[in-house]
């Protein structure tokens, strides 16, 4: 069991990325969820830094934060994995606690 | 808890939907707290247009089926104007909005469910 921590920013808005990114230990969860979920997509600025975290967080991304603004499931970055408000929910349960990088 | 207002971002939508898709699953929400500009999801005055959820409305329909304790932090609706009746009275206003299924509260009912409830997920800006 370890952390979840949930980042509801664009990354290229705010460091909320950076920052939890910074402070996650390894084996943690991240889901990204509102506009955080443009930190999930392929060929964006912080792409290589998000798949190089993938070695150490496991990444979860809302799809219906996804479809709302009109970006496909298969421009997700492998290895992260798209779950829906259950998925949220069953991710809060399987984790110690719950970050949010606000 | 819930910090930031409706239709201000997706916060208290997203509160909502993670609220509901937990009772859905059969977990139970000891209960949801409104802080900051959150208080705002609470008063019973707003009048969204008739094609948009209203996302007051949407808490009161979930409270009503689920028994849900949804909590106004008293300071925080003070300084932003959502007053219940005793409110109110007590500081000379002429008028409370408190919506129904609502209740104002203290802090203290953010510490007791942080330490009664198994989790605590926060949604804001």
């Known amino acids: 069991m370890a952390m979840l ?24 969860s991240v889901l990204l969820f509102e506009d955080g ?4 997509m392929q060929g964006t600025a912080v792409s290589a830094q998000v798949s190089e975290a993938l070695g150490k967080v496991r990444f979860y991304v809302l799809g219906p934060d996804l479809r709302a603004r009109g970006l496909r499931e298969d421009r997700v970055i492998d290895g992260i994995q798209v779950v829906d408000y259950d998925g949220f929910v069953d991710l809060v349960t399987s984790h110690d606690n719950v970050q949010a990088w606000l | 808890m819930v910090n930031e207002g409706p239709y201000n971002h997706q916060a208290s939508d997203s509160a909502y939907r993670f609220t509901k898709a937990a009772l859905d699953k059969g977990h139970e929400i000891f209960r949801v707290f409104f802080y900051h500009d959150g208080v705002y999801n609470g008063t019973r005055l707003g009048v969204p247009p008739q094609d948009d959820r209203n996302i007051t409305q949407l808490w009161q329909e979930l409270a009503a089926e689920h028994d849900l304790d949804l909590v106004v932090c008293v300071a925080a609706a003070q300084r932003r104007g959502i007053l219940d009746a005793d409110e109110a009275k007590r500081h000379g206003k002429d008028a409370d909005n408190i919506a129904e299924r609502f209740r104002i509260s203290g802090l203290g009912q953010l510490i007791e469910a942080g330490i009664k409830a198994d989790r605590l997920v926060v949604f804001g800006d």
Not at chain 1, 7 to 25: D, I, M, W, Y
Request: hydrophobic share 40%; glycine share 8%; net charge neutral.
């Open chain 1, 5 to 28: 921590h949930t980042v509801n920013k664009s990354p290229f808005e705010r460091t909320a990325l950076q920052s939890c990114l910074g402070h996650a230990l390894e084996g943690a």
């Open chain 1, 37 to 40: 979920v443009y930190a999930a």
